[in-house]
């Protein structure tokens, strides 16, 4: 008999790693970034629960190891996951904002200057891990996933979650810093 597992529970069930064991990776799939208690919540932020993951993610047009090492692990305008621990590691990593001008199809985020990126990439390989299933086709997966965990990191799909206005506002005042 054939037992189907479902890909949400194997993500949540797996132990997490460190985030340089995605690099090999070519498969496209589910991922969650855990904390560990790494993460100075500011005071004013709702309580946040370290056995959700902090933040879960998709990547399905790339592979695994694509999304992590170019966008996770390499550039905060790339990746919503870096803009959220950037606004949160500001002060403690020195960090300084760097508009980036987008276009219509990508509207302007901002980013980190090359120094800001190495510092919140070295932070994120010391305090976080992450888990990851491999899936052909993700499809919902991630915004069910999201509206159901409430990850504290994430804000799109993040419909009903106390997060998502506090980490719009922190990441919002952040980029205004520049």
């Known amino acids: 008999m054939i037992h189907h597992v479902d890909p949400r529970l194997a993500l949540l069930a797996a132990e997490p790693q460190s985030p340089t064991a995605l690099e090999a990776v070519e498969s496209p799939g589910l991922y969650a970034w855990w904390t560990a208690g790494a993460i100075p919540w500011p005071a ?105 965990l409430h990850p504290p990191l994430n804000d799109v799909h993040a419909v009903g979650s106390v997060y998502r206005v506090p980490m719009r506002t922190l990441r919002a005042s952040f980029a205004a810093s520049r």
Request: charged share 25%; hydrophobic share 40%.
């Open 44 to 148: 004013s932020f709702p309580p946040v629960d370290p056995d959700v993951p902090a933040y879960v993610g998709k990547a399905d047009t790339e592979s695994l190891a694509s999304r992590f090492m170019n966008d996770h692990l390499g550039r905060t305008r790339g990746s919503a996951l870096r803009r959220s621990l950037a606004a949160l590691l500001s002060d403690e990593l020195d960090l300084r904002t760097s508009l980036v001008i987008g276009t219509r199809k990508r509207p302007s985020k901002f980013g980190l200057n090359a120094a800001g990126e190495e510092r919140l990439t070295r932070w994120m390989l010391s305090h976080l891990s992450v888990t990851w299933v491999s899936l052909v086709d993700p499809g919902d997966d991630e915004e069910a996933l999201i509206q159901n």
